[in-house]
C-alpha cells in the first residue's frame, strides 16, 4: 500500500509508520514539527520507503500519484502541549481534519482518524463504551483538544455518509519510547523526575485513574481496524486501570534512588477516572492490550535513561 500518515513524526504517528514500513508500505509522512521530531524516524534508513514532507495539514495538499490510505495522526495530545498550542491544536483536528479527508476522498482512499478517550471528557460511565456521548466542558482549557477531536469524528462521518471509506480509533492512554521527556504527561514526568532524583509531581490527591497501553499493542490494533471494514468508533486502550499516585509510586521503585512525591494543584477537568471497554475491539478485531504495565514500563524506562543521558552530553 501507499499510506499517507499525518503527524509522522510524533509518538504514536511514528510507530505507526515504522509499523507500515516494515510491512513493506510506502509512506508520505507530513508534520509541521510543532510537537513531533524527525530524530523519531532517524533509525529507519534512507532506504525505508519513507518521504517526509514538513507541511501543516491545516492548508491543503497534493501528493502526486496513486495513494491507498490517508491517516490523520497529527495534534498536539499531551495536555501542557495543548494548553501552550490551543488555536493550533483546534485548527489540525478541525481544519486539518478535513485536508486530509480531501486528500481521501480526491485519491479514492480508505481514511482512518485518530480520535482519543478525550471525547468521553470526565466521565459519567465507567468503563467508557463507545455508545457513551461523552462529559465534556465546552469552554474549559481541555476543550481545545476534546471539542477538536470531537469534530473530527463529525467530520469523517459526514464524509462517511457521502461514501468515503472511513475508520475512527478512539486512543486511551498510550506509552512507550519516543514520547519527548519533557512532554508533560505523567508517564513522562515521573520517568525523568525520578531519573533525576528530584521530586516526582503527583497532581491533587493522585487519586485520579488511567489505564495505560503500551505503544505496540496500539499500533497492532490500529493495523487491524484499518484492515477491518468497521467505520463507527472502536476504542483501544488497556485493562490495567491504576491510580496516578500507585502510577508514581510503581516508577519511583522501578528507578530506585532518592526521588521523592510531592502532590501539585489538580489541572481544571482533570478526568477523574478512566477505562475502556474494549468489547467492540475484541470482538470484531480479535485485539486486546497484551503488554503487561510491569514490561512496558521497564521498555520506556530503558528508553528515557539513554535520552536523558544523551541530554546530558549535549546530544
Ligand atoms: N499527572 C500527574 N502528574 C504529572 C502529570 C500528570 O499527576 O506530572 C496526572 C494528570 O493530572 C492526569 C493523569 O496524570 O490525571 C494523566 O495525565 P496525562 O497528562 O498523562 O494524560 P491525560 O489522561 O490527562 O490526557
Redesign the pocket.
Known amino acids: 500500500m501507499r499510506v499517507v500518515v499525518s503527524g509522522a513524526a510524533g509518538f504514536i504517528g511514528s510507530h505507526l509508520t515504522e509499523a507500515l514500513l516494515a510491512r513493506g508500505d510506502e509512506v508520505v509522512g507530513l508534520d509541521n514539527l510543532l510537537t513531533g521530531r524527525m530524530k523519531n524516524l532517524e533509525s529507519f534508513g534512507d532506504s525505508s520507503g519513507l518521504t517526509m514532507l514538513t507541511h501543516d495539514v491545516i492548508h491543503p495538499i497534493q501528493i502526486e500519484g496513486a495513494v491507498d490510505a490517508v491517516l490523520h495522526f497529527a495534534s498536539p495530545a499531551?495536555?501542557p502541549d495543548y494548553y501552550a498550542h490551543p488555536v493550533a491544536t483546534l485548527d489540525v483536528g478541525t481544519a486539518g481534519t478535513r485536508t486530509m479527508l480531501e486528500l481521501a476522498a480526491d485519491k479514492q482512499a480508505r481514511f482512518m482518524v485518530a480520535s482519543t478517550?478525550?471525547v468521553y471528557g470526565d466521565p459519567l460511565e465507567h468503563p467508557q463504551t463507545e455508545a457513551y456521548w461523552g462529559n465534556v466542558n465546552p469552554v474549559g482549557p481541555r476543550s481545545v483538544y476534546d471539542e477538536a477531536k470531537r469534530c473530527a469524528e463529525a467530520y469523517t462521518m459526514a464524509y462517511h455518509r457521502a461514501g468515503l471509506d472511513t475508520r475512527i480509533v478512539r486512543i486511551f492512554?498510550t506509552y512507550g519510547e519516543r514520547m519527548r521527556p519533557n512532554d508533560?504527561?505523567?508517564?513522562p514526568?515521573?520517568m525523568s523526575?525520578a531519573l533525576d532524583g528530584g521530586e516526582v509531581?503527583?497532581?491533587?490527591a493522585?487519586s485520579?485513574t488511567?489505564s495505560l497501553c503500551y505503544v505496540s499493542d496500539l499500533i497492532r490494533g490500529i493495523l487491524l481496524l484499518l484492515a477491518s471494514d468497521e467505520h463507527l468508533p472502536v476504542n483501544l486502550g488497556a485493562q490495567n486501570e491504576i491510580t496516578?499516585l500507585q502510577l508514581?509510586e510503581t516508577i519511583v521503585g522501578l528507578v530506585g534512588g532518592d526521588a521523592r512525591i510531592g502532590y501539585?494543584e489538580?489541572?481544571v477537568d482533570?478526568?477523574k477516572q478512566?477505562l475502556p471497554d474494549t468489547t467492540r475491539a475484541r470482538t470484531i478485531l480479535g485485539w486486546t492490550a497484551e503488554v503487561t504495565l510491569a514490561d512496558g514500563l521497564l521498555r520506556t524506562l530503558d528508553w528515557f535513561r539513554s535520552e536523558v543521558n544523551a541530554e546530558g552530553q549535549g546530544r
Do not use: C, H, K, W
Not at 184 to 187: E, F, L, T, V
Open positions: 499531551s495536555p478517550s478525550e492512554n508533560g504527561r505523567a508517564i514526568n515521573f523526575q509531581t503527583v497532581y491533587g493522585g485520579q488511567r496516578m508514581a501539585r489538580l489541572p482533570d478526568p478512566r
